[in-house]
């Protein structure tokens, strides 16, 4: 395992820090099934924090089923299959919009109509009073990836229903209604989960997500979505690759 570093001003408890590094490699297979974890003593030295800390990440790994600590011999991989897929093996299902319904499953949390969001209002007023709210859990074999929270204008919202959005994306579901998204800004950060996103992602309250924000507009300048994602970090991966070409003077592209 190669030597991280935790950065204790992110607002996130060092044990967490600790706790999220380590699942990454285990998911990852840095650590390889069966392979031995640095011990406790070597991890303190790795990472700059206490034995206490690192007794703490290990236990809720253990308690995951992620390691297996065994009295004499140290600490070892689980010798078995992983419950889920590497996060780079799940951003491709995620980021193929069309294939998403028939990949994953989802649980519907709320969706209704309700008065647009404070922070909604202030950057894009041209959303109105009121918005179609919606909030789901999206599964990849029965485990938690991303919880989402769209918002649509009342006015293309009302067209919309929970049965006609079934599984697909919402922009999926708008293009079947004729609003078809033509661009968009995104923005993405690492926040720590708050109580509702450490619930249904069945993570701790205060663990890293990533966050990512997205607003979409159709060929008319008319916003038609504006959706918030948080990603558990350990089943979801962004890969970015730069192209130079040589009559554009460069171009940037998106991978899974």
């Known amino acids: 395992m190669?030597?991280?570093?935790?950065?204790?001003?992110?607002?996130?408890?060092?044990?967490?820090?600790?706790?999220?590094?380590?699942?990454?490699?285990?998911?990852?297979?840095?650590?390889?099934?069966?392979?031995?974890?640095?011990?406790e003593p070597a991890l303190v030295r790795e990472y700059g924090v206490s034995r206490t800390t690192v007794r703490r990440a290990l236990a809720r790994l253990a308690a995951e089923g992620s390691i297996v600590r065994r009295r004499g011999s140290g600490t070892f991989a689980r010798g078995k299959v992983e419950r889920f897929a590497s996060a780079r093996q799940l951003a491709p299902i995620l980021?193929?919009?069309?294939?998403?319904?028939?990949?994953?499953t989802v649980r519907m949390l709320a969706f209704k109509t309700t008065p647009t969001p404070d922070f909604l209002h202030r950057e894009w007023p041209e959303f109105g009073d009121t918005v179609l709210m919606i909030r789901r859990v999206r599964y990849v074999k029965n485990e938690p990836?991303?919880?989402?929270?769209?918002?649509?204008?009342?006015?293309?919202?009302?067209?919309?229903?929970?049965?006609?959005?079934?599984?697909?994306?919402?922009?999926v579901a708008l293009e079947k209604l004729g609003y078809r998204g033509s661009s968009?800004?995104?923005?993405?950060?690492?926040?720590?989960?708050?109580?509702?996103?450490?619930?249904?992602?069945?993570?701790?309250?205060?663990?890293?997500?990533?966050?990512?924000?997205?607003?979409?507009?159709?060929?008319?300048e008319r916003i038609i979505e504006y959706s918030n994602y948080l990603y558990r970090p350990d089943r979801y991966e962004v890969h970015a690759v730069i192209e130079r070409g040589r009559s554009d003077g460069g171009r940037a592209g998106r991978r899974p």
């Open 184 to 220: 968009g800004e995104q923005e993405t950060s690492a926040v720590a989960a708050d109580p509702l996103a450490a619930r249904h992602l069945e993570s701790g309250i205060g663990a890293p997500v990533l966050h990512v924000r997205r607003l979409v507009r159709d060929s008319k």
């Open 145 to 171: 990836v991303v919880l989402v929270t769209s918002y649509v204008p009342e006015e293309i919202g009302r067209q919309l229903t929970a049965r006609r959005l079934g599984n697909d994306t919402v922009l």
């Open 2 to 39: 190669t030597t991280t570093t935790t950065n204790a001003g992110t607002g996130v408890t060092r044990y967490l820090q600790v706790y999220t590094v380590i699942a990454q490699a285990l998911a990852e297979g840095s650590i390889g099934a069966g392979q031995a974890l640095p011990s």
């Open 95 to 104: 980021d193929d919009l069309r294939s998403l319904a028939s990949n994953t």
